[in-house]
């Protein structure tokens, strides 16, 4: 006998907003199965304009409101009996990020919690990594996104350290970040690190490390090299706009974003040491979901 819930998570990035539906399979004497049932992005986005000027736009303002419309109708067609909708580093730092809430609120009637980078960390780390994750090895996990990346350092099967950066694509594509940041986070990473005498290996998430492991070809359970994602950010950086989403397939919002990922990725790397990187795909939205089931958020 099985029981079936059906559970949502909004993911509200810098770079795209995210529906993901998800059925949550209960067994007796099992543990829970996460399957994904549908997945919607909508690529709206709200760091070019909450990184450059200091708020939504108006037009920006409209196509949330709409497309949280289509969510929550989404969300009663499939039946879903739980959800969390979570805005990250665009909202948080937007003016007028408050007021863009309450409006969704009486307009879509899908209630948004603004939160900061250390539960977004925390969250991202409560995606069930275990089987990705062997308890005798150190392990990094980065999480890039729009405005802000998320490091947790796991050893022994556990969370050792989690830490949120205001380094992001769109802020990169925008000449918004110091290398004042860089610097930070290869001390930070550095520090951390030091302790622990394992090889270690990173694991990523976010749509442009899936972008650039798909394009790999590899089956799932296989790592990318440092050395493969290394050549993948030079021939990025030698193709224009216009052939990396002609050539290689990439959809408009994703072709500019992936080569300041990449650069994360490839720094993360080096600083910690690491020559490999899994790529599970997981983040946000997956973190959301389980925390909710097990009573986390």
Known sequence: MITIKKYA???IGSNAMRLLITNIVEQKGHPAQFNKSSLVRVPIRLGQ??????????????????????????????KVEKYKACATSAMREAYNGKEIVDLIKKKADIKIDVIDGKKEAA??????????????KTYLYVDVGGGSTEFSLFSEGKIVISKSFKIGTVRL????????????IEKWMKSIIKDWDDDITLIGSGGNINKLFKLSEKHQDKPLSYVYLNSQYQKLNAMTYEQRIAELGLNPDRADVIIP???????AMKWSGARQIYVPKIGLSDGIVKAMYYGRI
């Open 123 to 136: 969250i991202i780390a409560a995606s069930d990594l275990k089987q990705f994750i062997n308890s005798d």
């Open 9 to 11: 998570a909004i993911d």
């Open 261 to 267: 990922a990449t650069r994360i990725y490839l720094s």
């Open 49 to 78: 304009d909450a990184f450059t000027v200091g708020e939504i736009s108006e037009e920006n303002v409209t196509r949330m409101v709409d497309a949280m419309k289509a969510f929550n109708l989404l969300m009663k067609v499939h």
């Open 173 to 184: 594509l925008n000449n918004m970040v110091s290398e004042i940041v860089w610097i930070e």
